[in-house]
């Protein structure tokens, strides 16, 4: 399949230079592509995944990929999108940002296959050495200030009397177009996509490849992701969802994904799988049929997180996910388990009272609050109600000890099919 057509077909086209003299392109031979991300961060989130997905969907088709870290673009910040002008990183800060990122992106691309290997350059290394005099008389002589304020991005801000635009952020586009031409120039690349949001600053490096270099390149952007419910992609109560484990736990990653509107989740799979179009049909007919089993809704976070993660830590993201629908806890890690407890209600308790015989069943209900009094607990425990550690408790005098701690420290308890506490000793 043509690159254009899989991408159009998925919804992922936004804006296209000249789509159809694009369409023949991409039909006649490989091309070089790029995307590029600024590094304000040490980890990319979810929201960037579709544009650095959409590089990965190109180079299995063939194509040659490279993904921008903006070394230099990243240390003026882009105006697109943003209401106020964003913080400066430093170029220590920037270039550990990198090192982390690339190890990101080689889950989302591959750099060792000898066919057509991903390339991950940094624009620092070639927009530092250019003074800033040459920059004016090289580059900037080819834009007009009247075509670079009609640009949304910067009229947007140009209208906002309190935050405005610096001179600095103005630039900005100068850089982006700067590094379409270079990688034209130096890397035959053809190609940029990104968000739409960034349509204005890759029109711009496309008109200075034709002017500078009489050369027809591309721009392709991607749709930017919103929630069916109006709200932000990629956000949650807790923050920004991000692929470094150590800022979002697997666990909570892959809730994210299950935890999709039911509006949006056929969309997103889509946009964030590979998955084959007669698959993703097949789920949005079950998902239609019994939206209830929210089958759609695994297979994306399965997909996904498989794909960030790999299969070992989504095997166990899905068992801890199945602990709170009852099932077992074998093969859970201590911090996968961790990330439970903010899901269920939980309440300390002393050491002590685990010591020697322990504690009878029957009041640990009671203390947690699942059960009004010690009566009603050996009624729901002699009714096979009543579970400890997901396993189900029937005897209401047994004694709970320190030997039933999981994990040294924790104790989960459970009243019918969906009552939790969590017990923790200190």
Not at 30 to 56: I, K, M, Q
Not at 195 to 220: E, H, P
Not at 367 to 375: D, E, M, N, R, V
């Given at each position: 399949?043509?690159?254009?057509?899989?991408?159009?077909?998925?919804?992922?086209?936004?804006?296209?230079?000249?789509?159809?003299?694009?369409?023949?392109?991409?039909?006649?031979?490989?091309?070089?592509?790029?995307?590029?991300?600024?590094?304000?961060?040490?980890?990319?989130?979810?929201?960037?995944?579709?544009?650095?997905?959409?590089?990965?969907?190109?180079?299995?088709?063939?194509?040659?990929?490279?993904?921008?870290?903006?070394?230099?673009?990243?240390?003026?910040?882009?105006?697109?999108?943003?209401?106020?002008?964003?913080?400066?990183?430093?170029?220590?800060?920037?270039?550990?940002?990198?090192?982390?990122?690339?190890?990101?992106?080689?889950?989302?691309?591959?750099?060792?296959?000898?066919?057509?290997?991903?390339?991950?350059?940094?624009?620092?290394?070639?927009?530092?050495?250019?003074?800033?005099?040459?920059?004016?008389?090289?580059?900037?002589?080819?834009?007009?200030?009247?075509?670079?304020?009609?640009?949304?991005?910067?009229?947007?801000?140009?209208?906002?009397?309190?935050?405005?635009?610096?001179?600095?952020?103005?630039?900005?586009?100068?850089?982006?177009?700067?590094?379409?031409?270079?990688?034209?120039?130096?890397?035959?690349?053809?190609?940029?996509?990104?968000?739409?949001?960034?349509?204005?600053?890759?029109?711009?490096?496309?008109?200075?490849?034709?002017?500078?270099?009489?050369?027809?390149?591309?721009?392709?952007?991607?749709?930017?992701?919103?929630?069916?419910?109006?709200?932000?992609?990629?956000?949650?109560?807790?923050?920004?969802?991000?692929?470094?484990?150590?800022?979002?736990?697997?666990?909570?990653?892959?809730?994210?994904?299950?935890?999709?509107?039911?509006?949006?989740?056929?969309?997103?799979?889509?946009?964030?799988?590979?998955?084959?179009?007669?698959?993703i049909a097949e789920l949005a007919a079950s998902h239609e049929q019994n939206p209830g089993a929210r089958e759609a809704h695994k297979a994306l976070a399965k997909e996904v997180t498989d794909l960030i993660h790999g299969p070992a830590a989504t095997l166990e993201a899905i068992r801890a996910s199945d602990i709170l629908f009852g099932g077992g806890l074998e093969g859970v890690s201590e911090s996968t388990f961790g990330d439970l407890i903010g899901e269920a209600p939980s309440k300390e308790i002393e050491i002590s009272l685990l010591a020697d015989a322990g504690t009878p069943f029957v009041e640990l209900l009671v203390l947690a609050g699942l059960c009004p009094s010690k009566g009603q607990a050996r009624k729901d425990i002699e009714g096979g109600?009543?579970?400890?550690?997901?396993?189900?408790?029937?005897?209401?005098?047994?004694?709970?000890?320190?030997?039933?701690?999981?994990?040294?420290?924790?104790?989960?308890?459970?009243?019918?099919?969906?009552?939790?506490?969590?017990?923790?000793?200190?």
């Amino acid at each position: 399949m043509n690159i254009y057509e899989e991408l159009e077909g998925r919804g992922l086209v936004a804006d296209c230079t000249d789509a159809e003299e694009l369409r023949k392109r991409l039909s006649t031979a490989p091309v070089t592509l790029y995307c590029g991300f600024d590094p304000t961060a040490d980890s990319l989130h979810v929201g960037n995944l579709v544009p650095l997905l959409a590089l990965r969907r190109f180079q299995l088709l063939g194509h040659h990929p490279i993904a921008l870290a903006g070394g230099a673009t990243g240390s003026i910040g882009d105006p697109s999108g943003k209401s106020a002008e964003r913080q400066l990183l430093t170029r220590e800060v920037l270039a550990a940002n990198i090192a982390s990122v690339k190890e990101q992106l080689r889950r989302l691309l591959d750099f060792d296959t000898p066919v057509n290997p991903a390339r991950l350059l940094d624009n620092a290394s070639w927009t530092a050495p250019v003074s800033f005099l040459d920059f004016l008389r090289d580059i900037g002589k080819h834009f007009s200030v009247n075509m670079m304020v009609q640009k949304e991005s910067v009229r947007a801000r140009m209208e906002d009397r309190e935050t405005g635009i610096s001179y600095t952020e103005f630039s900005y586009m100068l850089l982006q177009a700067f590094d379409f031409y270079h990688l034209r120039k130096e890397f035959h690349c053809e190609l940029q996509i990104g968000g739409s949001d960034q349509w204005g600053n890759i029109t711009a490096g496309s008109d200075l490849c034709r002017k500078k270099l009489g050369a027809q390149v591309f721009g392709l952007t991607l749709p930017l992701i919103t929630n069916a419910d109006g709200t932000k992609f990629g956000k949650t109560v807790a923050g920004a969802v991000w692929l470094d484990v150590k800022r979002t736990s697997v666990y909570r990653f892959y809730q994210f994904w299950v935890r999709t509107d039911d509006r949006d989740v056929i969309r997103y799979l889509q946009y964030f799988t590979f998955l084959p179009e007669d698959r993703i049909a097949e789920l949005a007919a079950s998902h239609e049929q019994n939206p209830g089993a929210r089958e759609a809704h695994k297979a994306l976070a399965k997909e996904v997180t498989d794909l960030i993660h790999g299969p070992a830590a989504t095997l166990e993201a899905i068992r801890a996910s199945d602990i709170l629908f009852g099932g077992g806890l074998e093969g859970v890690s201590e911090s996968t388990f961790g990330d439970l407890i903010g899901e269920a209600p939980s309440k300390e308790i002393e050491i002590s009272l685990l010591a020697d015989a322990g504690t009878p069943f029957v009041e640990l209900l009671v203390l947690a609050g699942l059960c009004p009094s010690k009566g009603q607990a050996r009624k729901d425990i002699e009714g096979g109600g009543a579970y400890l550690n997901n396993v189900r408790e029937t005897n209401f005098q047994r004694g709970v000890t320190s030997s039933d701690l999981l994990f040294g420290r924790y104790l989960l308890l459970r009243k019918g099919k969906r009552n939790y506490v969590v017990l923790v000793v200190r």
